[in-house]
């Protein structure tokens, strides 16, 4: 059996917006291929500690590290570089609307590689497929479905062959068929490219399709609380709030 090869590590971390601590004292490990689910209630700073790991904000204290390189105590050229190793999809998918799919996804290969026009038209063309939007290239946003938007984003934040993919609520107004088929798109991207995926989401069913790591972070205690496979902590934790969050309070 291997043994799982860190791929992020977070150590000590305590997210702050002036004097008001949102989460403190936050270590914990996303190994490579893991499809890692930040998990809490409402306000608890999901979507902060997102930010923190992609780069947008800085820690009040601690450290992030991408391999063995500190993102935060690094150099500016060497931040970018790491940066563009991830990939990251909003909630909303924030693609442009005045432009087709093909022109969302071509930005980014514009603006950071040599590629051709021709070379990009056919990496876009892929990145389309590998979502399932094949002959999509020519739609606007405002053409297709919320499901079909999410794709999209998707196929953007892939453009540049990220090792690390994240998703800040990706089942966010999505019908249950709709958010099925994206957690089916998310297992078959770790399957066959071999990403690590972080993922941000309250949606129970989604946590426990595609979860295999977490953390759970709690607003009152402003720490995290538990950690591991969320089925796995289903059947063994005896924290209450934990046991209440991933059974809706039914246990």
């Excluded at 204290?61 to 990939?87: C, Q």
Aim: contains cysteine; charged residues 20%; negative net charge.
């Amino acid at each position: 059996m291997s043994v799982p090869e860190p791929h992020i590590r977070v150590e000590d971390l305590t997210m702050a917006y002036g004097s008001f601590v949102l989460q403190r004292e936050l270590s914990f490990t996303v190994n490579r291929s893991d499809i890692f689910v930040i998990m809490g209630g409402s306000g608890c700073g999901k979507s902060t500690l997102l930010r923190h790991l992609v780069g947008l904000k800085a820690p009040a204290k601690g450290r992030i590290f991408f391999g063995h390189s500190n993102f935060w105590e690094a150099e500016t050229e060497e931040r970018d570089r790491m940066m563009r190793r991830l990939g990251i999809l909003y909630q909303s998918g924030a693609l442009w609307s005045s432009m087709t799919l093909a022109e969302n996804i071509a930005l980014p290969l514009q603006a950071y590689t040599p590629l051709s026009a021709a070379e990009i038209r056919d990496t876009v063309a892929l990145k389309l497929a590998l979502v399932g939007l094949a002959g999509f290239e020519d739609y606007y946003p405002s053409e297709i479905s919320g499901g079909m938007k999410k794709r999209a984003g998707l196929a953007r934040a892939m453009a540049l062959d990220p090792e690390i993919l994240f998703f800040d609520e990706p089942s966010a107004g999505l019908d249950p068929i709709s958010a099925r088929q994206l957690d089916d798109l998310i297992l078959e991207l770790r399957d066959s490219l071999g990403s690590t995926i972080v993922v941000v989401t309250h949606e129970l069913a989604s946590i426990f399709a595609i979860g295999s790591n977490s953390v759970f972070l709690d607003p009152e205690t402003k720490t995290m609380i538990a950690g591991g496979n969320p089925t796995q902590l289903l059947h063994d934790t005896d924290d209450p709030k934990v046991r209440a969050f991933l059974t809706r309070g039914e246990a």
